[in-house]
């Protein structure tokens, strides 16, 4: 999913990759959608959803190239109504 963020007009990508049953998503996934997040699709920030949580070398991959990481529990408080930007952390809002 490709957008822009409202009056800030900031780009973003956002991935949800997996289902239900599926593993973690582990540091290839993020490492593709790295490669083509912001080149291909001109995004300011990353964002990838997994319900499954990542692996500890995703996490890591994500932390080094500043990756927007969703998982369950923040994809929750994201529903029952906290802003994104408190869910993700204020380093991800737009300056």
């Known amino acids: 999913m490709t957008g822009t963020s409202g009056s800030e007009g900031g780009a973003w990508r ?3 990759p997996g289902l239900p049953d599926a593993a973690p998503v582990g540091s290839g996934a993020l490492q593709k959608f ?4 912001r ?3 001109g995004a300011d920030v990353a964002v990838i959803v997994a319900l499954n ?8 991959f994500a932390e ?7 998982g369950r529990p923040e994809l929750k408080r994201w529903a029952h109504g906290e802003h994104l930007y408190a869910v993700v952390g204020e380093q991800h809002s737009p300056a």
């Open 64 to 70: 080094r190239h500043d990756i927007v990481l969703i």
């Open 34 to 37: 790295n490669g083509t997040a």
């Open 14 to 16: 956002s991935n949800a």
């Open 39 to 41: 080149p291909e699709h």
């Open 53 to 60: 949580g990542f692996t500890k070398p995703a996490t890591e």
